[in-house]
C-alpha cells in the first residue's frame, strides 16, 4: 500500500487513509499500518474465535467412544479433529497482529479468556451430537460466513476454508438429527430433549443484543464485523425454523411466529442473566472445561520443550555451518 505519501507522525491522517481503504472494500493485511485499536479489538475477536474452536472440542470428544456405529465414530472424531484445525488456523491468524501464541493460551488456561458460551453446557445424551452440529455448527456458519468478508485479510481467508468444513459438520449433526426423528419414540424424546436444551444457547451464541455489545459499533465501522448481533441471530432462527419443521421437531419457544410483512421468524425473549451468568465463569460445565483444558496443556510440555530444543539445536548447527 502507498503509505509513503502520509506523514507517519500525522495519526489522524493514517487513520482517515487506513478507513478510506476500508471504505473501499480492500483487505488490511498484516504489515499494513492501523489503529492500534484496529489491532486490540481484532487479537480480542480472533483469540477467542480459537479459544472457541479448541474448547468446542470438549463437549463432543466425550462422545466419541460412545458413537452408536463405526461411521458416526468416524465423522464425530473427524469433526472434532477438524475444529483443533480451526483453533491453530485462527491462532496462527492472530501471530500475524504480533502476538504471541503462547500467552492467548496462557489467558485460556488461567481463565482470563474468554471463549463462546455455548461449549460450557454438559452432552447428555447421543442426540446432542447431532443437536450440536445442527445448531451449534450452524449458527458458527451464519457467522464465519459474514467473517469471511471480514476487513482483516489472514481472518477473512481462515474464515473461507474454515466455513467449508462447518458445513460438513451441521450436515452430519442434521442427518444425526433427521435420522433420530424418523426412529423409535425413545430416540424422539432423547432428541427433543436435546433440542430443548440446546436452542436458546444456541441463540446466544450470537452474543448480547446490539443495544447491549460494547464492541459493536466500532466493529462494524472497520467492517471487522459486517452485520450486527442481532442480524446474525434472526438470520440463523429464519433458516433454521423450517430445518425443524422438516424433521417435526419442536422448537422451544411458544412465541415463535411467522411474520408475513418481514419475512422472519419472530421469536421470544433470550434469557441474557443466564448468558451472562455462563461468560462470567458460572454455567454448568466453566470449571469442567478449562480443568481439562489446563490438564491437556500440562500433559503437552514435554513436546512444547521437546520441539523448543530440537529448534535449538537445529538453529546452533545452522550457525555453525555459517
Ligand atoms: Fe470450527
Ligand atoms: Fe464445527
Not at 461411521?71 to 483443533?84: C, F, G, T, Y
Not at 425413545?186 to 436435546?194: G, H, N, T, V, Y
Not at 483444558?293 to 512444547?304: F, I, K, L, Q, S
Request: aromatic letters at 8%; one cysteine or more; charged letters at 25%.
Amino acid at each position: 500500500m502507498e503509505q509513503s505519501t502520509i506523514a507517519p507522525q500525522d495519526e489522524s491522517a493514517l487513520v482517515a487513509a487506513f478507513e478510506a481503504r476500508i471504505a473501499a472494500g480492500e483487505s488490511i493485511e498484516p504489515k499494513d499500518w492501523m489503529p492500534e485499536r484496529y489491532r486490540k479489538q481484532l487479537v480480542r475477536m480472533m483469540s477467542q474465535h480459537a479459544h472457541s474452536e479448541v474448547v468446542g472440542m470438549l463437549p463432543e470428544g466425550n462422545w466419541i467412544t460412545r458413537a452408536p456405529s463405526l461411521r458416526r465414530k468416524m465423522s464425530l472424531i473427524a469433526k472434532v479433529q477438524d475444529e483443533a484445525g480451526h483453533g491453530l488456523y485462527i491462532y496462527c491468524g492472530t501471530e500475524t497482529l504480533g502476538v504471541d501464541r503462547q500467552e492467548l493460551i496462557e489467558q485460556l488456561v488461567d481463565g482470563r479468556a474468554k471463549y463462546s458460551s455455548i461449549f460450557n453446557y454438559p452432552t447428555l445424551s447421543w442426540a446432542d451430537m447431532g443437536v450440536i452440529g445442527w445448531l451449534v455448527d450452524g449458527a458458527a456458519i451464519v457467522n464465519q460466513t459474514i467473517l469471511a468478508k471480514t476487513s482483516y485479510g489472514p481472518y477473512a481467508r481462515a474464515m473461507v476454508r474454515i466455513c467449508k468444513e462447518e458445513n460438513f459438520h451441521k450436515r452430519q449433526g442434521y442427518e444425526i438429527c433427521a435420522t433420530l426423528a424418523r426412529g423409535t419414540p425413545a430416540q424422539r424424546e432423547m432428541l427433543q430433549d436435546a433440542v430443548n436444551r440446546f436452542w436458546w444457547p444456541a441463540l446466544m451464541m450470537f452474543g448480547p443484543s446490539d443495544t447491549d455489545s460494547p464492541n459493536s459499533a466500532e466493529l462494524l465501522k472497520w467492517r471487522v464485523k459486517r452485520k450486527t448481533n442481532d442480524e446474525l441471530r434472526q438470520r440463523f432462527v429464519n433458516l433454521t425454523v423450517p430445518q425443524a419443521i422438516a424433521i417435526g421437531i419442536t422448537l422451544p419457544d411458544p412465541d415463535l411466529a411467522f411474520n408475513e410483512a418481514t419475512g422472519n421468524w419472530e421469536f421470544g425473549e433470550i434469557d441474557w442473566t443466564e448468558f451472562f451468568q455462563v461468560i462470567g465463569g458460572e454455567g454448568p460445565c466453566n470449571r469442567e472445561r478449562l480443568a481439562a483444558r489446563r490438564e491437556a496443556h500440562d500433559e503437552g510440555a514435554w513436546v512444547r520443550e521437546a520441539a523448543a530444543a530440537h529448534a535449538a539445536k537445529q538453529q546452533r548447527s545452522g550457525t555453525q555451518a555459517a
